[in-house]
């Protein structure tokens, strides 16, 4: 099959599989993937297959855009021919854990226990992973069960809980918001960053949903305990004793696990935490503390020497680094421009392992420098665009691959209307207030790969501009992708800031981004 290929914004492919059944534009998705992973060019970030696509990141300061098409389409997909794996999961149907069951049956015109019977006696084959860490996205689910997600995802689903939407059989690996429908849930562990491979379920494995009682599947949640990721190796440096809203540590995004689900995360504002680890002659994306709103104050339990960037109140007077001994104090607290600071250590933060859960710090936490093992190389970082502070922050942004999705009016709305930072924003992504995007679909999509700054579309038709948090695979219509050299921008808007998006092209964000 040939797939055609799109060029999504600097540093980002879209292959697509037009015409092909979703089986087979999958099973290619998924080879060509393999294939890079055996083989992987240099500048090669990630290879995420989704549906019927596979979205390819690379560093185009390592790998050209033109260079990265030529590569792409002269791979010939090669399936595995190995003998699928079965894996074997009890499950739990109805009551508590599935809490849409019954009314799923009764929208299909069947009893609940006929579409248990259904649901566990189908053909699930895992196609990909995506969304969150080891979330497999499962074909095989009975006709009665293939329905569009939810209109307002939950916030909160259980770790476990088995789902349905668009066709797919889903299993959420941790507690986490969802839109789909839950009618059931595993007790198995679904991702361990420390096994290997940290997936219990891979591409190409088959599944059987084995129907147990309430009593059994306490016991076998009580045989199968979620084990905690191990904690990050290193010297204690810090105790928090008031850790702000939301500090966290962050270092430069950790690619190459896209394709188990596992996003790359990294700071907000790349540019603000190289600063503060110039200062320190750390490697630019060595880990620091990321300062949300208000800083923690914070306890030194060994000699360090520490610097910021942003402008926080009760920061050292004068700038630059400053040394602490043990039992010395640091109190940071309002950020006063923009929204982010980071706070950097000599030899830099050590960092749990990709695709554990991260959390902000809570009182009593250690904070650890880490080992030279984990000190980043290289890294690609944009420079500082405009400061905080400006009325309306304009941001350049190439138009999305999905605007066949969008009226055209409604591609005009976004780029010609002026948006608000909605309150409900995180590292997962900036939900903006303003005009309505209007579709012209329903808008749910077959799940793809997400770059980095894309900018989707859910069914209340207001944007959210995906952030480092954000999920590896979406199944929202995305109507732009903000260019690499102003995600930091987004970085530093707080709730009200007004934005405007700037169209450009892809020879724009290069330019820009060779320009930083």
Not at 288 to 303: H, R, W
Not at 363 to 381: E, I
Request: overall charge neutral; some cysteine; charged content about 20%.
């Amino acid at each position: 099959m040939t797939p055609a290929l799109r060029h999504v914004v600097d540093g980002a492919v879209l292959l697509e599989y037009p015409g092909e059944p979703d089986a087979q534009a999958n099973r290619a998705a998924v080879a060509v993937a393999a294939a890079l992973a055996r083989h992987p060019p240099a500048g090669l970030l990630d290879a995420i297959p989704g549906a019927r696509t596979l979205l390819v990141l690379f560093d185009p300061d390592v790998l050209d855009h033109a260079s990265a098409e030529e590569l792409l389409l002269r791979i010939e997909p090669v399936e595995k021919s190995a003998e699928p794996r079965t894996v074997r999961l009890a499950a739990l149907y109805g009551g508590e854990a599935g809490p849409d069951l019954a009314a799923l049956a009764h929208r299909a015109g069947l009893s609940a226990e006929e579409l248990i019977r259904l649901h566990a006696a189908a053909h699930h084959r895992v196609a990909f992973l995506g969304f969150a860490p080891g979330f497999p996205y499962m074909t095989g689910a009975p006709r009665a069960l293939e329905l569009p997600r939810l209109a307002t995802p939950r916030v909160r689903v259980p770790a476990g809980s088995i789902a349905v939407a668009d066709g797919y059989t889903g299993i959420y690996p941790t507690e986490s918001p969802g839109g789909w429908h839950l009618i059931g849930r595993i007790a198995q562990q679904l991702f361990d960053p420390a096994a290997s491979p940290p997936s219990l379920l891979l591409p190409g494995d088959e599944v059987v949903f084995e129907p147990v009682d309430e009593a059994r599947f306490a016991e076998l949640s009580l045989a199968t305990q979620r084990n905690d990721p191990p904690p990050p190796w290193g010297t204690a440096v810090f105790r928090v004793a008031t850790p702000g809203p939301s500090t966290t540590i962050q270092g430069g995004p950790r690619h190459g696990h896209a394709s188990m689900g596992v996003p790359a995360g990294g700071a907000m504002d790349l540019p603000a935490l190289a600063s503060a680890n110039a200062q320190l002659g750390n490697p630019p994306l060595a880990a620091g503390l990321e300062l949300t709103v208000t800083g923690p104050e914070l306890e030194a339990l060994s000699s360090v020497r520490v610097a910021l960037a942003g402008d926080v109140e009760h920061s050292p007077a004068g700038g630059g680094p400053r040394a602490l001994a043990q039992g010395d104090r640091l109190r940071l607290g309002r950020v006063r421009t923009g929204l982010r600071a980071y706070l950097c250590v000599d030899g830099g933060l050590a960092q749990a392992q990709p695709g554990a859960a991260s959390r902000p710090l809570r009182n009593g936490d250690l904070v650890l420098r880490a080992d030279a093992a984990q000190r980043p190389g290289p890294a690609r970082v944009p420079t500082p665009g405009a400061q905080p502070g400006q009325a309306v922050l304009k941001v350049r942004a190439v138009p999305g691959p999905h605007l066949a999705y969008f009226s055209a009016p409604g591609v005009e709305t976004f780029f010609s209307s002026e948006y608000v930072v909605s309150p409900r924003s995180d590292r997962r992504g900036l939900r903006l207030d303003g005009p309505r995007v209007e579709l012209m679909r329903p808008a749910d999509l077959p799940p793809e790969g997400v770059a980095p700054g894309s900018v989707q579309v859910p069914g209340d038709r207001l944007p959210i501009v995906l952030g480092p948090d954000g999920p590896a695979t979406g199944g929202y219509p995305r109507v732009a992708c903000v260019i690499g050299a102003d995600l930091p921008l987004l970085a530093q808007a707080r709730p009200g800031q007004r934005i405007r998006f700037a169209r450009v092209n892809l020879a724009d964000a290069l330019a820009a981004w060779r320009t930083r």
